[in-house]
């Protein structure tokens, strides 16, 4: 049986007690890859994509053209604040560029900017209060067998965040993954996250006083 949409209308205040939204200082390192395309013509050199995890080591993944490597913060956010919001740590001095762009659903991504070194950023400049995800794209390998040597990335202002309205999905006891969520509020801007790799998602921002309808889909094969 296909699944194209499960339609889930709740009354925002018979849900009040499953809405919170809690802040807290967090581990500030990337979490987790998402996806490391890598196809033909790429170098398969230079670490494995979980090398970019966790803190500055010198341990590194490395994406030429025509990789693209997708990370993200878990369990927090980073978000805008005092001066930078983000540091990009690269370990090869410089020898090969790299796009960078943010989102905050894995959906719709902000373009950052270029480099090829260490870089830092101020969510303020692109109009953005916060982001999860951030999107590598490797442009040249300047003819040497390694693209752009990604250590580390640091969120510099980072909150742990329990999503206002959350929850997880499954299809056959299985965790629901290859989906979307949008939240739908007359008045309001929809939002729309894709599902994680738990079958789960987060809202984080919510009209409280305001009736709201979650659309769950999933792609047509």
């Known amino acids: 049986m296909k699944i194209n949409y499960l339609l889930i209308t709740f009354i925002a205040c018979i849900l ?8 807290a200082e967090s581990d500030p390192w990337l979490d987790e890859v998402i996806q490391f395309e890598q196809p033909t013509g790429s170098s398969n050199n230079g670490g494995v994509p979980q090398d970019a995890l966790g803190p500055t080591n010198r341990t590194y993944v490395s994406i030429d053209i ?8 878990t369990n927090n956010i980073a978000f805008d604040g ?15 560029l790299v796009d960078i762009s943010a989102s905050k659903d894995n959906i719709t991504y902000i373009y950052l900017g270029r480099t090829s070194g260490n870089v830092n950023y101020d969510l303020a400049d692109y109009n953005l209060d916060y982001i999860k995800y951030l999107k590598f794209e490797g442009l040249s390998d300047n003819n040497i067998p ?5 250590d580390a990335a640091k969120a510099l202002n980072s909150k ?3 999503g206002i309205f959350s929850g997880c999905f499954k299809y056959k006891k299985n965790p629901f993954t ?5 939240l739908i509020q007359t008045g309001e801007f929809h939002q729309k996250v ?16 305001l009736p709201f309808s979650v659309l769950v889909r999933k792609p047509q094969e």
């Open 82 to 96: 005092t001066g930078n919001d983000i540091a990009i740590y690269e370990v090869s001095n410089g020898d090969c």
């Open 194 to 209: 894709s599902l994680d790799s738990n079958g789960c998602f987060s809202f984080y921002k919510l009209n409280e006083e």
């Open 16 to 23: 009040s007690i499953l809405i919170s939204n809690s802040y």
């Open 160 to 162: 742990e965040v329990e």
């Open 178 to 182: 290859d989906g979307s969520v949008m």
């Open 146 to 150: 390694e693209g752009y040597d990604l």
């Open 66 to 73: 025509p990789e693209t490597l997708i990370v993200a913060f």
